[in-house]
Nanobody, 114 residues
Framework: QVQLAESGGGLVQAGGSLRLSCAAS????????MGWFRQAPGQERKLVAR????????YYADSVKGRFTISRDNAKNTIYLQMNDLKPEDTAVYYC???????WGQGTQVTVSS
């Protein structure tokens, strides 16, 4: 059983950067496709980025493409989301999850001020 814990969120001005981390426990982390999701108040949780178990294949939502980069370090059981050129509309709670969605972390708050 994999357990996930996000960290790295915070308050940043528009145009700034943050790097989110998702630390996983368990011995089978490297076999999972992983994704980053975000949920703004009153909105549904949406997929932001996805990465294959090997880290070779990635997917990005159009809203973040070119600004966000997903990566993973299977040796450290960790997945990352580098967020650059942040915009106020990026404000949300960010979650990591196994894919297809099944195991979720508790989320980390990202707030971008204008």
């Amino acid at each position: 059983q994999v357990q996930l814990a996000e960290s790295g969120g915070g308050l940043v001005q528009a145009g700034g950067s943050l790097r989110l981390s998702c630390a996983a426990s368990g011995r089978t982390f490297s076999s999972y496709v992983m994704g980053w999701f975000r949920q703004a108040p009153g909105q549904e949780r949406k997929l932001v980025a996805r990465i294959t178990s090997s880290g070779i294949g990635t997917y990005y939502a159009d809203s973040v493409k070119g600004r966000f980069t997903i990566s993973r370090d299977n040796a450290k059981n960790t997945i990352y989301l580098q967020m650059n050129d942040l915009k106020p509309e990026d404000t949300a709670v960010y979650y990591c999850a196994t894919q297809p969605p099944g195991i979720w972390g508790q989320g980390t708050q990202v707030t971008v001020s204008s």
